[in-house]
T-cell receptor, first 115, second 109 residues
Framework: IAGITQAPTSQILAAGRRMTLRCTQDMRHNAMYWYRQDLGLGLRLIHYSNTAGTTGKGEVPDGYSVSRANTDDFPLTLASAVPSQTSVYFC??????????????FGAGSRLTVL | GQNIDQPTEMTATEGAIVQINCTYQTSGFNGLFWYQQHAGEAPTFLSYNVLDGLEEKGRFSSFLSRSKGYSYLLLKELQMKDSASYLCAVRDSNYQLIWGAGTKLIIKP
C-alpha cells in the first residue's frame, strides 16, 4: 500500500536522550516535511526537504535536525530531548513544485513524550 | 504576522448542514486547503481553492473570497463519521503552508 510509514508510533524518553523518528515514503514524492502538532495550535513546520540532498528550516527548527540522503527517507533527530518537545510529530510528503494543489500526504504520526 | 482563524469547536446534528469558517491574514496567497483529521489519526486532504468561488465535492463544498481573506467549508447531510477536526491552511508567497488550529466538529444524533 503506497503511503508514508512513521516509526515509532509512540515513545516515552528521558530528557537529554537522543531520539530519531523515522519516516519512509514509497510514492516517489520529491518534497517531504516534518510537523509537530500541539493542542490548541496549528501544525507547525519543523524542517522540510524539497528534493533528495537538500533540507530547509521551518517555523520551529531549534533542537531538531534532519537529513535526506535519498528520495524515500527523511528521519528527524532530537539531539538532546527536552520536555517542551513532547508532541505528536507528523511526517508528510508531496509531489513538489509550485504549481497546482501539491497536496500533502501524512504519515500516521509519532507521539513523543519527554519526561 | 501571519494568522489563520477558525472556531475552536462546533456542534451539529446528524443529517443537518454545518459551515466552518476560516479567515486568514498571510504574506501573499497561493491557495487554501481544507484537511480533515479524525482523533488520533493523520490529516487527510479535503479540498483546495485558489480562485474565488465555490468548489463542490459530494457532500463537501469549499468557498473562497480572496479579497475578504475568507473561506468556509460546508458539510451537508452530516453523518456521525464526520465528527473530526477540520484544518484550514493557506499557502503563502513562499509556498509554505500556514495552518489554523483546527475546528473540532461534534455531531450529535
Amino acid at each position: 500500500i503506497a503511503g508514508i510509514t512513521q516509526a515509532p508510533t509512540s515513545q516515552i524518553l528521558a530528557a537529554g536522550r537522543r531520539m530519531t523518528l523515522r519516516c519512509t515514503q514509497d510514492m516517489r514524492h520529491n518534497a517531504m516535511y516534518w510537523y509537530r502538532q500541539d493542542l490548541g495550535l496549528g501544525l507547525r513546520l519543523i524542517h522540510y526537504s524539497n528534493t533528495a540532498g537538500t533540507t530547509g528550516k521551518g517555523e520551529v527548527p531549534d533542537g531538531y535536525s534532519v537529513s535526506r540522503a535519498n528520495t524515500d527517507d527523511f528521519p528527524l533527530t532530537l539531539a538532546s530531548a527536552v520536555p517542551s518537545q513532547t508532541s505528536v510529530y507528523f511526517c508528510a510528503s508531496a509531489s513538489g513544485g509550485v504549481s497546482g494543489a501539491n497536496v500533502l500526504t501524512f504519515g500516521a504520526g509519532s507521539r513523543l513524550t519527554v519526561l | 504576522g501571519q494568522n489563520i482563524d477558525q472556531p475552536t469547536e462546533m456542534t451539529a446534528t446528524e443529517g443537518a448542514i454545518v459551515q466552518i469558517n476560516c479567515t486568514y491574514q498571510t504574506s501573499g496567497f497561493n491557495g487554501l486547503f481544507w484537511y480533515q483529521q479524525h482523533a488520533g489519526e493523520a490529516p487527510t486532504f479535503l479540498s483546495y481553492n485558489v480562485l474565488d468561488g465555490l468548489e463542490e465535492k459530494g457532500r463537501f463544498s469549499s468557498f473562497l473570497s480572496r479579497s475578504k481573506g475568507y473561506s468556509y467549508l460546508l458539510l451537508k447531510e452530516l453523518q456521525m463519521k464526520d465528527s473530526a477536526s477540520y484544518l484550514c491552511a493557506v499557502r503563502d508567497s513562499n509556498y509554505q503552508l500556514i495552518w489554523g488550529a483546527g475546528t473540532k466538529l461534534i455531531i450529535k444524533p
